[in-house]
């Protein structure tokens, strides 16, 4: 079975930019989460969707958003990009909920310049 | 609001050591979960915890669980080079079909 796959896995951008990044779950997998990992503040809950649903939160600005396709595929969105949100973005998906066991995808590193 | 409090958050050791890492909750909780992070890699799943008293093991780790302390720990037998990674521990906060995460423990095991 394919794990977790992430695009891209490095990103450069400048300040004021915007950026998509996308996940494809393991098949069957209907529950994606995102996170942010940094040195700073260690890894942080973004959002899960489920059924294209978006059913938890975390505590993010509006400038993070996401969505989920029907086929659990999801991406998410960071609009007017800051210094600070330069981190490694980690998908994860699991079959029902992210209170399943969760895999990882690889990650996105997100430098903003 | 569900809080997971690792400690230590750092721990360089010896190898032929043994050691543990505690993990405490704030909250009831039904699973707790132990994950690895290799330097500059993805987070992998350890060990699930179910129950009262459930003992995982594999290798030189072993994950128990106590819910009525509200603790796990990973215990490390015999530290080897390889087990140098970064452990986390995540707890299920029943009603919001999430994961607490803690911070992490950075283990450093020197040859």
């Known amino acids: 079975k394919a794990g977790v796959t992430q695009t891209p896995r490095y990103l450069i951008k400048t300040r004021g930019q915007q950026v998509t990044l996308s996940c494809s779950p393991i098949s069957g997998h209907r529950s994606v989460s995102w996170y942010q990992q940094t040195p700073g503040q260690g890894l942080q809950f973004l959002f899960e969707y489920f059924s294209e649903t978006q059913r938890n939160k975390g505590n993010f600005p509006g400038r993070f958003s996401g969505r989920q396709f029907s086929n659990s595929r999801s991406e998410m969105n960071v609009s007017t990009l800051e210094l600070g949100d330069s981190a490694l973005y980690l998908c994860?998906?699991?079959?029902?909920?992210?209170?399943?066991?969760?895999?990882f995808g690889p990650g996105t590193r997100l430098t903003v310049l | 609001e569900l809080k997971v409090e690792q400690n230590p958050l750092f721990l360089s050791m010896q190898e032929g050591k043994n050691y543990t890492i505690y993990c405490n909750y704030s909250t009831t909780s039904d699973r707790l979960y132990w994950y690895r992070q290799d330097p500059g890699k993805s987070l992998e799943s350890l060990f699930v915890l179910l129950s009262n008293g459930a003992v995982k093991q594999e290798g030189r780790l072993m994950a128990s669980l106590d819910t009525k302390a509200r603790l796990s720990t990973l215990h490390i037998t015999a530290a080897v080079h390889d087990l140098s990674a970064t452990y986390f521990c995540?707890?299920?906060?029943?009603?919001?079909?999430?994961?607490?995460w803690g911070a992490g423990t950075k283990l450093i095991i020197k040859p």
């Open positions: 995540a707890v299920d906060e029943d009603s919001n079909y999430q994961l607490i």
């Open positions: 994860a998906s699991s079959l029902a909920t992210s209170a399943d066991t969760q895999y």
